[in-house]
């Protein structure tokens, strides 16, 4: 049988191949400038990269979402390193520290309690060099913290529960519930406590009315208090860094190392959720 081409035919085909041609060199492009994202993401070290699925081949799909998994398992593997290296760094400051402070706040404390010295001309000096020592003793005690991390013991909870309960903690605030129903996390419950009341703490101490509790592939604590600036931001999970000026410089660094110890992670979203000048995001395991 012999198939005859018109005129009309052949430009039928022409449009078709040069759509194909055009759609082929449009999606290779997309490809070579998702490629020149991710290197220059890891180039940078930053491993927050998500790149999308939607709109690819299944293969590509398949690829990509293997790429955002790597890249979230370099961020925890990265994650991982800087609190060991931490804890390492922490461990022995505050065993050298408190190897010199003690001795001092034991001599001084004795030469209080010694009938003459309370006599001397010089007690108001000991006693100066005795609440020092003791000050700083306690501060580096507080910083232990960060050493002694007990092992996470993690169970399904309902998400919903777990929020209901952090809620009557501050009756004040107005909070946000949009969690859907029967989201169960393995998560320690104690350890996800502390992490959430230290960031409904620092929401009240940075003014704010309101807190939102949402779920979405992370649980995700935003408010409305202050702005947290670009250069404090870069800073905030570092270990004794804080802009308090009674602060200690722990809540969030130890927030995230008890949110790491578990498999998860705490950061800070840039930009926040839509409303909200702050959110920070809690990574959490499903149990479904």
């Not at 520290?97 to 706040?105: D, E, G, Q, V, Y």
Request: aromatic residues 6%; positive net charge; proline residues 5%.
């Amino acid at each position: 049988m012999t198939i005859t081409l018109t005129h009309t035919h052949l430009w039928i085909l022409l449009a078709v191949a040069l759509t194909a041609t055009c759609y082929i060199v449009r999606h290779q492009r997309r490809l070579k400038r998702r490629a020149h994202l991710m290197r220059e993401a890891m180039r940078n070290h930053d491993f927050t990269f998500s790149l999308p699925v939607v709109g690819w081949l299944p293969g590509e799909r398949a690829l990509l979402r293997t790429l955002n998994a790597l890249g979230h398992d370099m961020r925890m593997l990265v994650a991982r390193n800087e609190v060991e290296s931490w804890q390492r760094l922490t461990r022995v400051l505050t065993h050298e520290i408190m190897n010199a402070t003690a001795p001092i706040c034991s001599i001084s404390q004795t030469l209080l309690e010694n009938p003459p010295s309370k006599a001397s001309e010089y007690k108001e000096g000991i006693l100066t060099i005795h609440d020092i020592s003791h000050h700083l003793y306690a501060f580096v005690e507080n910083y232990r913290k960060l050493t002694q991390i007990q092992k996470p013991c993690r169970t399904a909870v309902d998400l919903n529960a777990f929020a209901a309960k952090i809620r009557t903690t501050n009756t004040s605030l107005n909070w946000k519930m949009e969690i859907p129903q029967d989201t169960i996390v393995l998560t320690d419950e104690q350890m996800l406590t502390q992490v959430v009341l230290n960031l409904v703490k620092n929401a009240v101490e940075a003014e704010a009315d309101t807190i939102c509790f949402q779920w979405t592939d992370s649980l995700l604590v935003s408010n409305d208090g202050k702005n947290i600036p670009a250069e404090v931001s870069r800073n905030i999970f570092v270990p004794f860094f804080t802009t308090k000026p009674q602060g200690s410089g722990i809540g969030l660094p130890l927030s995230r190392q008890l949110m790491i110890y578990q498999g998860g992670d705490l950061t800070l979203l840039d930009p926040p959720v839509a409303g909200y000048h702050v959110t920070f995001s809690i990574s959490l395991q499903t149990a479904n």
